[in-house]
């Protein structure tokens, strides 16, 4: 090869870069082509720049404090490692982001300003996890373009799908009507921190993101959850993000989807009824039957405008919930 033993030293102990010219000497007096040698070159250089990165990121390990780490790994949104550079970076791809410094930027920001201005009980860390697990999933959805016309036009078919009790059955339905009106909803338990029912956002002009977080897995909360964010959908702008749940003010915009949910669950012409409505199992599985909607809605609309209490006999009407997504940390 016409190089010194020194050199030749090196090259073996990976103290010297292995170049094209190397690569092609290598080549003539091995056999093997030069493309051999530059691809292990460049899986080397890669090696050992990913043992110093990791190296770096170790020192950033107290950044993992700041996550839901346990219920990101038990839902295996991501992979365990022993190492903490190791496992620092595997977060840092979970978001997308170069660096912890990124991630307050892109994700935590955000919601905490949300959190200023809805006075929001949540940890912008556990909801922005939860968010971007939600973004990650839609991703691998397929989708039609928005059509609003059409999503409104749909809703009635998909209020339909709250009478069955099977998620197995209603949640494909449910997630294929939604694409092919570009909605893509996702069906993620919120880790601790998080207690959100819902939220929507725009991941594009074209495509909108429609998550619930099943933290409380009755149909009634489900459904009036889902018509409450596709109200948002409807009703609001697009650059808006909406996180809905407990301790959220009643602004203009969530009375206007609350309102809408409302209204499609149990129409306005029918709704007047429910205040006189007999509390009785009968009673209320009639007038279910006369809206074409499950009782355990009815039950859950009562209660929520105060004309049957919470602890009542009849909230075995309510269709509880066995989702094969893992549950919500409560």
Request: proline share 4%.
């Amino acid at each position: 090869m016409e190089y010194t033993e020194k050199h030749i030293s090196l090259l073996i102990n990976g103290k010297a870069a292995l170049t094209e010219e190397t690569a092609f000497r290598l080549e003539k007096v091995t056999g093997i082509k030069a493309g051999f040698w530059l691809t292990r070159e460049a899986q080397h250089r890669e090696a050992v720049g990913r043992i110093e990165e990791e190296k770096v990121l170790a020192r950033e390990s107290d950044w993992l404090k700041e996550l839901p780490l346990r219920h990101m790994l038990d839902h295996r949104w991501i992979d365990r490692h022993s190492d903490p550079g190791a496992q620092v970076a595997e977060c840092l791809r979970f978001f997308g982001v170069a660096s912890p410094n990124a991630w307050r930027t892109s994700y935590m920001e955000p919601v905490a300003a949300f959190r200023a201005s809805k006075r929001f009980a949540i940890d912008p860390a556990a909801t922005s996890t939860w968010l971007r697990q939600g973004e990650r999933e839609a991703a691998g959805i397929d989708t039609q373009p928005f059509d609003r016309a059409a999503f409104k036009a749909s809703l009635t078919s998909m209020r339909s799908l709250a009478s069955e009790a099977d998620p197995d059955v209603f949640v494909p339905k449910l997630t294929q009507a939604c694409a092919a009106v570009g909605v893509a909803v996702v069906l993620a338990g919120a880790p601790k921190g998080c207690p959100v029912s819902g939220a929507t956002k725009w991941l594009s002009p074209t495509k909108a993101l429609l998550m619930l977080s099943l933290r409380h897995r009755t149909n009634d909360h489900l459904w009036f959850s889902f018509f409450h964010e596709a109200g948002h959908l409807l009703l609001h702008g697009k650059r808006m993000l909406f996180i809905d749940g407990e301790g959220a003010l009643d602004d203009e915009q969530e009375e206007e989807a609350n309102r809408f949910a409302r209204d499609v669950l149990i129409p306005s012409s029918h709704s007047g009824a429910l205040r006189t409505l007999p509390k009785t199992e009968h009673e209320v599985v009639r007038f279910a039957h006369t809206v074409g909607i499950a009782p355990g809605i009815v039950v859950g609309r009562m209660q929520k405008e105060g004309f049957l209490e919470w602890k009542t006999r009849l909230n075995h009407l309510k269709e509880k919930y066995r989702f094969k997504v893992a549950d919500s940390e409560e």
